[in-house]
């Protein structure tokens, strides 16, 4: 009876003491997750602080981002302005230069006591003081350009358009490669086509390269570029291919920078037939026998083909036209004269009105005193004034 009461007890004792080791452990447990949450709510509330911080710094960037936007957009609108103020004032500039220019062009001139030109001139007329002189051989020399007509804009951006002298035809090259030359009958005809097509349609035994033909005396004249430069003669009448002859040109350069199409130009003058053709930097001017197609001379000009867009000749005298890369007002800076009757600093400066581009070709009809212009698809007539060379005729040494 007492062993069994006294075993009772210890098993009362460790029953207390199990539930005393279970419940320590519990609030261990308990002390541990009460101190996680502490932290993570700490981290929550440093979070919350953050966000709240940069939401705070993006509402500031924003605003900051539409003022600067704001203004951004005013000073534009007032750049703007400016811009449109200042293109105003150019053109009204560029009017007034164009208009003293046609009313007061430069006229050329050489004195005695600078200049002697070896020639057997004729004279005709003496000058004030006995010291200008002219002659009645062509000598012929650009002053200005009198008026400028834009006939209409057919075709593509470059092409040629020019009128044989003698026929009165006029004949379009559209674009930069083709076997096909349009023939119209006047230039009048031409301006009430409604397109190029309607013009008489001629093909050609092999394409045309470039914007550098001509057409002279019933005659086409056209380049084939192949392994070597070209030159074809094609009977515009009975429409055959009469000669053709290759230019003595190792490196095929084009004659303009701005016209990189354009390895040799090829002009019809007073004079006969006259080809253009570059050597690394220069320009260069050969004298061809139109009917033979040969080289009767060669000259190296002075003429650089950097930033040229086109040429054209007038009575032995080559004018090479300049431009800038965006296109700008066209200009002739620079002049040569095949027989040495002007130098560059004598001949008049000569600006062409702005135009829409640059000139892809120019082609003066000597009959007429008109040049035949192309530019970015407009077809323009420019009606040239022309004055005299002035020579300088030294008297023989008193005996």
């Known amino acids: 009876m ?24 519990y609030q261990t447990l308990m002390n541990y997750l009460e101190s996680r949450m502490a932290s993570v709510e700490e981290r929550i509330a440093s979070w919350n602080e953050q966000n709240s911080r940069y939401n705070s710094d993006l509402k500031k960037f924003r605003h900051q981002t539409v003022d600067l936007l704001e203004k951004l957009s005013k000073d534009y609108e007032k750049f703007r302005e400016d811009l449109e103020g200042a293109g105003v004032r150019v053109d009204r500039v560029e009017k007034e230069i164009d208009f003293i220019e046609t ?21 005709t007329e ?74 008489k349609q001629i093909t050609l035994p092999s394409a045309w390269n470039g914007t550098g033909h001509a057409v002279y005396d019933g005659f086409l004249y056209y380049l084939t570029e192949r392994s070597e430069l070209q030159v074809n003669k094609f009977h515009l009448e009975n429409g055959s291919l ?12 084009s004659v303009y920078s701005l ?53 054209f000749f007038v009575c032995g005298t080559l004018y090479v036209v300049y431009n800038t890369r965006p296109p ?8 040569f004269d095949v027989n040495d009757m002007v130098i560059p600093g004598e001949a008049p400066l000569l600006y062409f009105p702005r135009r829409f581009g640059a000139h892809s070709s120019l082609k003066y009809n000597p009959v007429e005193k008109i040049m035949y212009a192309w530019d970015d698809g407009y077809q323009i007539l420019y009606r040239m004034a022309l004055t005299k060379k002035l020579f300088t005729i030294v008297p023989p040494p008193e005996e």
Request: charged letters at 25%; hydrophobic letters at 40%.
């Open 103 to 123: 009313k007061n062009p430069p006229k050329p001139c050489v004195k005695a006591a600078d200049k002697m030109v070896e020639q057997e001139p004729v004279l």
């Open 126 to 199: 003496r000058k004030k003081k006995d010291e200008f002189y002219e002659v009645s051989v062509c000598v012929d020399l650009v002053s200005n350009i009198q008026a400028m007509k834009i006939l209409k804009r057919l075709g593509s951006t470059k092409g040629v358009w020019t009128k044989d002298s003698r026929t009165a035809k006029v004949y379009i090259f559209n674009g930069t490669s083709e076997d096909t030359v349009y023939e119209f009958n006047s230039v009048k005809e031409f301006s009430a086509s409604s397109g190029i097509s309607k013009g």
């Open 259 to 311: 016209n990189p199409d354009t390895m040799v130009d090829l002009i019809a003058d007073e004079e006969g037939l006259w080809a253009l053709y570059a050597i690394e930097d220069t320009i260069n001017l050969a004298k061809m026998d139109s009917d033979t197609l040969d080289i009767e001379n060669m000259w190296e000009t002075s003429c650089s083909r950097i930033n040229a867009e086109a040429a």
């Open 328 to 335: 700008s007002r066209s200009r002739v800076q620079c002049v």
């Open 2 to 25: 007492k062993a069994g009461f006294f075993f009772s007890i210890i098993l009362s004792m460790l029953a207390q003491l199990s539930r005393a080791q279970n419940q320590y452990h």
């Open 242 to 253: 009469v000669d053709s002859a290759v230019l003595p040109v190792q490196e095929q350069v």
